[in-house]
């Protein structure tokens, strides 16, 4: 399976932003897909994942209110969107895929997304 | 959400030498339905995304070197490189999967 994401994204405060991730391979239907972001010097943090067989998006409490996860079935590609943009939402953006159990055996190149005003 | 802790922060190993990185969980995340711990190991390179190395605990991901090892149950875990190499260096992260996933902050890796 192979992840690839969209490219760097410069915001400002209060924007939103849209990334995307588009996956390729074999046997994509069984996988899960979701988004972890990473900030500097920081471990990663879970955001959202689509289990294969659900049609809504499941999202982490600090998350759900302001990012929303999309997909196209028919191209294979996820989207982020995540809305009122602040400077610790700055940052790399990974798409991750893998077992709906929930590690991650695959990973985007990742997309990082600086908001500064 | 279950918090990860991991110790040491930074830890600096000869080559050749056993490298012992521990993660900690605030709450159990060994399963009474499948009687497996839900825990996984990533290895992190500057500049790269995350590798799995290790998931249920202690079983070693796809083209994971044999010295990579992982033991513990419940909620004390141990990453063990048993020969550390140079392409070792790097930050290590622990991540549960048994509820919401979460990570560890990591343990950056050197050579001594």
């Known amino acids: 399976v192979q992840l690839v994401q969209s490219g760097a994204e410069v915001k400002k405060p209060g924007d939103s932003v849209k990334i995307s991730c588009r996956a390729s391979?074999?046997?994509?239907?069984?996988?899960?897909i979701g988004w972890v972001r990473q900030a500097g010097g920081q471990g990663p943090e879970w955001m959202a994942r689509f289990h294969p067989q659900s049609e809504t998006p499941r999202y982490a409490a600090d998350f759900e209110d302001r990012v929303s996860m999309t997909r196209d079935k028919a191209s294979g590609t996820s989207f982020l969107e995540v809305n009122r943009l602040t400077v610790a939402d700055s940052g790399v953006y990974y798409c991750v895929g893998g077992p709906p159990i929930g590690w991650h055996e695959y990973w985007g190149q990742g997309t990082l997304v600086s908001v500064s005003s | 959400d279950i918090v990860l802790t991991q110790s040491p922060d930074s830890l600096a190993v000869s080559l050749g030498e056993r490298a012992t990185l521990n993660c900690k969980s605030g709450?159990?995340?060994?399963?009474?339905?499948?009687?497996?711990?839900?825990l996984a190991w990533y290895q992190q390179k500057p500049g790269q995304p995350p590798k799995l190395l290790i998931f249920?605990?202690?079983t070693r991901a796809s083209g994971v070197p044999e010295r990579f090892s992982g033991s513990g149950s419940a909620t004390d875990f141990t990453l063990t490189i048993s020969s550390l190499q140079p392409e070792d260096v790097a930050t290590y992260y622990c991540q549960q999967y048994y509820s919401t996933p979460t990570f560890g902050p990591g343990t950056k890796l050197q050579i001594k």
């Open positions: 709450r159990t995340v060994l399963s009474s339905a499948n009687y497996k711990n839900h």
């Open positions: 249920w605990a202690s």
């Open positions: 391979g074999n046997n994509l239907n069984v996988y899960t």
